[in-house]
């Protein structure tokens, strides 16, 4: 019995014979996912990878850590299924109770209960966990491996405790008592009162733990998928295994499109991130949504306050769902289900949703206990609040939150813009004279025609005078001039009979670009030409891109913008923009070879 | 070694300067003994240069200028 309904697999079904194998029978937790199997096969690749088998910390160790988590989070279900485990070790039924209701027992070692005390911290409150918390468990002998396996348990708790909010199985054995009243273990400052006296913890930013050089063909199927490797995987290369049937749970969950969308599921692992105050998942998330077809604006909205989006009323009731789920789980209940119903979500489709969410806090536990370092600028939302360095912690955000306006300081002419939304003329002038070369180039590289883009700037500027009443202020006011112009030549374009086009798919064909010419260029070889000559070189080069690639190239390279900027700019993920810009770059280099090469220029 | 294959799967992010240390030290060795990738590499890393230091389509004011005078002139006059 469960909230969603059960459907009869196979005996032969692997996951369930896995578990049969290992304990002995097949979990409820897994039998309420039924409607999903491979949703199952996902749980099943986690739990047998992280959970039942000796690794670098022991079964004993393993469960201890599952059982404080579960009983911190007051789930009667994994505390039941953790202490029966911890009994076939041959702990004691006392020692087991001390554990559930004092984070602990005297036959505990300071080092054990020391990682208690992490995991305990990184569970509750995973932003508030820094580097010194890692060189603490260091410094009581904890390697490398054990931290992050610590880190893994840890994360699988989280997963399996949410699902056991969301699905409601009744308890495989009988239930356990914890105290009703939680009790609070011992703050951050108590993991370090049990270091040795000689340790200092040295203050320094993730990643924190050591992260071995892995082929990239390991990652093939995040590669593949999302266009570049998250440094969050390349982090936890110390165990290949953990990492392998994390890769395989991913893609059993995130990836198929059989039940809920791939933006769907996107949107649950931004909103849940931002609840989580995970600023590392939400940038990498919101870049992933911007290569769905989402708008770096909207997306930044999902984030911040996902009822103020324009999502529509289902898919937001979807994320609310998921972020009580995820987040505000103590007042979590089938009524939450049946609610969501009444929006139209199947059982399947509920299911994935909390599956989706039970891997968002498993991600973003990681992603915190690790240190990972940020692929993307997180978006401003976040973008003070530095989580992934262990910021103090922080409330939530408070339900009502727009996406942020750029105030001065981090838009140079928001100043002048608001002038010239009152219609004052001359702070305009200012405004365009100051962005006019950026006009021009993007005008440039999206018409391909340098006279043409002189010719389109009058109207790019009457239109950004236009409309600039309609400013909001949510992106950089550059940005949205360029938007403007970007419109204007498409405009143009489409007069045109051949239109080149700035779409196609966003991480397609390029990988299979390979150079062709392979001779050694000049030591200085720009030195060989005069810079006139230069320059209408690599004009011409610019120009014969195709268009998709052409227009990165001319913002990242020639007006020197951000990756991030170039991506909210042309309205394409990063990893799109840094696949086109290489393809670009790799293109006008076989156009320059035949210049600079040793025998040219000799 | 890793192969060439792999090298230009990080190619893009080594260009950057985006990898970790222990990426970096792969990419470096293989470098170091592939010639194929060294001359990639350093015509690659000279490309970006030359491209970002060439001052492509700067638009001079004396063009630029007179577009903008018409635009702020239209404007005062009152006509968009």
Known sequence: MSFLRAVQLDDKFSPFVAFRESLGFVPNLLRAQTVLPRVIEAHTKLESAVRLREGAISRIQKERILLIVAADRQDTYCVAASSRALSSFGVSNRQIDDLLNKYGHENLSAADLACLQFCLKLSRHAPSVQAEDIEALRAYGFEDKSILETVFVTALAVYSGTLSVGLGPEPDFGARKITSRRVDPPRSAAVHAFLPESHGAAQRKGPYLRAPYLSPKTFSIIHKTYGFIPNFFRSQTLQPDLLEAELEAAGRILLPEDVLTRAQKECILVAVSAANLNSYCVATHCNLLRGLGMSAEEGDQVAADYHLSSLSEADRALLDFAVKLGVRFSGFSRGDILQLRTFGFTEEQILECEVVVAFTNFANTLQMGLGVEPDFEPPLILGQNKVHLSAPPSLPMERGSVAPSLTAMQDPDAGLVAQAQTGKLEAFEELVRRHSQLIYRALVAILGDPVEAQDAMQDALLSAFKHIAGFQGRSKFSTWLVSIARNTAFQRLRGRKEVESLDGGEYEEDREFRPRQVRAWQDNPEQCYSKLEIRQLVESGILGLPAKYRAVVMLRDIEQLSTDEVSRQLGLSAPAVKVRLLRGRLMLREWLSPHFTTRATS | ?80
């Not at chain 2, 090298?7 to 010639?35: A, W």
């Not at chain 2, 492509?56 to 702020?72: A, E, G, H, W």
């Open chain 2, 1 to 80: 070694m890793i192969t060439c294959e792999e090298f230009f799967l990080e190619f893009g992010d080594y260009l950057e300067n985006r990898v970790s240390p222990e990426v970096r030290k792969e990419l470096e060795l293989h470098v170091s003994q592939c010639r194929v990738c060294q001359v990639l590499y350093d015509s690659s890393c000279k490309t970006v240069k030359i491209v970002t230091e060439s001052g492509s389509f700067d638009l001079p004011k004396s063009v630029s200028d007179p577009i903008i005078d018409r635009v702020m002139a239209r404007l005062r006059a009152g006509s968009t």
